[in-house]
Protein backbone atom coordinates (compact mmCIF):
# COMPACT_ATOMS: atom_id res chain seq x y z
CA UNK A 1 0.00 0.00 0.00
CA UNK A 2 1.00 3.64 -0.47
CA UNK A 3 2.26 5.50 2.44
CA UNK A 4 2.66 9.39 2.35
CA UNK A 5 4.71 11.74 4.31
CA UNK A 6 4.13 14.96 4.95
CA UNK A 7 7.22 17.71 5.74
CA UNK A 8 8.03 21.32 5.31
CA UNK A 9 5.28 23.51 7.57
CA UNK A 10 6.95 25.47 10.82
CA UNK A 11 6.09 29.07 11.89
CA UNK A 12 6.86 32.27 10.06
CA UNK A 13 5.51 35.41 10.06
CA UNK A 14 2.78 37.10 8.07
CA UNK A 15 3.99 37.69 4.32
CA UNK A 16 6.53 34.92 4.58
CA UNK A 17 7.14 31.35 2.79
CA UNK A 18 6.83 27.85 3.64
CA UNK A 19 7.07 24.84 0.41
CA UNK A 20 5.22 21.96 2.07
CA UNK A 21 5.86 18.51 0.52
CA UNK A 22 4.01 15.22 0.42
CA UNK A 23 6.43 12.10 -0.35
CA UNK A 24 4.97 9.10 -1.35
CA UNK A 25 6.42 5.06 -1.20
CA UNK A 26 5.77 4.68 -4.39
CA UNK A 27 4.48 5.84 -8.17
CA UNK A 28 1.34 6.99 -7.18
CA UNK A 29 0.55 10.87 -8.39
CA UNK A 30 1.37 9.75 -12.17
CA UNK A 31 -2.69 8.09 -12.13
CA UNK A 32 -4.45 9.97 -9.45
CA UNK A 33 -5.67 13.06 -8.12
CA UNK A 34 -3.51 14.83 -4.91
CA UNK A 35 -4.91 17.85 -2.86
CA UNK A 36 -3.88 19.41 -0.14
CA UNK A 37 -6.41 19.48 2.63
CA UNK A 38 -6.21 21.88 5.96
CA UNK A 39 -7.60 22.08 9.05
CA UNK A 40 -7.50 24.66 11.97
CA UNK A 41 -8.91 23.96 15.70
CA UNK A 42 -12.95 24.44 15.55
CA UNK A 43 -13.21 24.52 11.77
CA UNK A 44 -14.32 22.05 8.57
CA UNK A 45 -11.53 20.63 6.86
CA UNK A 46 -10.35 22.28 3.23
CA UNK A 47 -9.60 21.33 0.33
CA UNK A 48 -6.44 23.76 -0.43
CA UNK A 49 -5.45 23.37 -3.81
CA UNK A 50 -5.43 19.82 -6.20
CA UNK A 51 -3.38 18.70 -8.91
CA UNK A 52 -4.42 15.91 -11.68
CA UNK A 53 -1.85 13.03 -13.45
CA UNK A 54 -2.04 15.71 -16.32
CA UNK A 55 -0.95 19.11 -14.34
CA UNK A 56 -4.43 20.34 -13.79
CA UNK A 57 -4.67 22.07 -10.65
CA UNK A 58 -7.44 23.71 -8.56
CA UNK A 59 -7.07 26.32 -5.82
CA UNK A 60 -9.53 27.60 -2.88
CA UNK A 61 -10.60 30.77 -3.26
CA UNK A 62 -8.76 32.25 -0.24
CA UNK A 63 -5.37 31.02 -1.73
CA UNK A 64 -5.42 31.69 -5.62
CA UNK A 65 -2.74 34.10 -6.26
CA UNK A 66 -0.50 32.79 -3.10
CA UNK A 67 -0.45 28.91 -3.55
CA UNK A 68 1.13 26.55 -5.77
CA UNK A 69 0.58 23.07 -6.28
CA UNK A 70 3.22 21.07 -8.57
CA UNK A 71 4.09 17.61 -8.77
CA UNK A 72 7.73 16.00 -9.29
CA UNK A 73 6.65 12.21 -10.60
CA UNK A 74 10.87 11.13 -10.56
CA UNK A 75 10.63 11.83 -6.70
CA UNK A 76 7.19 10.64 -6.21
CA UNK A 77 6.66 14.07 -4.83
CA UNK A 78 3.87 16.74 -4.63
CA UNK A 79 4.69 20.19 -3.58
CA UNK A 80 2.66 23.51 -1.89
CA UNK A 81 4.66 26.52 -2.44
CA UNK A 82 2.94 28.73 0.36
CA UNK A 83 3.50 32.84 -0.34
CA UNK A 84 2.01 35.52 1.16
CA UNK A 85 1.38 34.11 4.52
CA UNK A 86 -1.79 35.28 6.48
CA UNK A 87 -2.51 34.17 10.18
CA UNK A 88 -5.99 32.56 8.48
CA UNK A 89 -3.86 30.21 7.13
CA UNK A 90 -2.43 28.13 10.33
CA UNK A 91 -3.80 24.93 10.29
CA UNK A 92 -2.61 21.28 10.00
CA UNK A 93 -2.42 20.45 6.44
CA UNK A 94 -3.00 16.89 5.12
CA UNK A 95 -1.99 15.44 1.64
CA UNK A 96 -5.03 13.21 0.67
CA UNK A 97 -4.26 11.06 -2.65
CA UNK A 98 -6.81 9.23 -5.14
CA UNK A 99 -6.07 7.18 -7.43
CA UNK A 100 -8.17 6.70 -10.69
CA UNK A 101 -8.62 3.28 -11.08
CA UNK A 102 -9.56 2.21 -7.21
CA UNK A 103 -11.25 2.99 -4.19
CA UNK A 104 -8.12 3.46 -2.62
CA UNK A 105 -7.56 6.55 -0.17
CA UNK A 106 -4.56 7.71 1.11
CA UNK A 107 -3.87 9.94 3.83
CA UNK A 108 -0.70 11.05 5.11
CA UNK A 109 -0.31 12.51 8.92
CA UNK A 110 -0.22 15.74 8.44
CA UNK A 111 2.51 18.92 8.52
CA UNK A 112 1.66 22.10 11.24
CA UNK A 113 1.94 25.48 9.75
CA UNK A 114 1.69 28.32 12.01
CA UNK A 115 1.74 32.04 10.63
CA UNK A 116 2.27 34.52 13.66
CA UNK A 117 3.89 37.36 14.33
Known amino acids: QVQLVESGGGLVQPGGSLRLSCAASGSIFSSAVTGWYRQAPGKQRELVASIGSHGSTHYADSVKGRFTISMDNAKNTVFLQMNSLKPDDTAVYTC???????????WGQGTQVTVSS
Open 96 to 106: NVQPYFSRADY
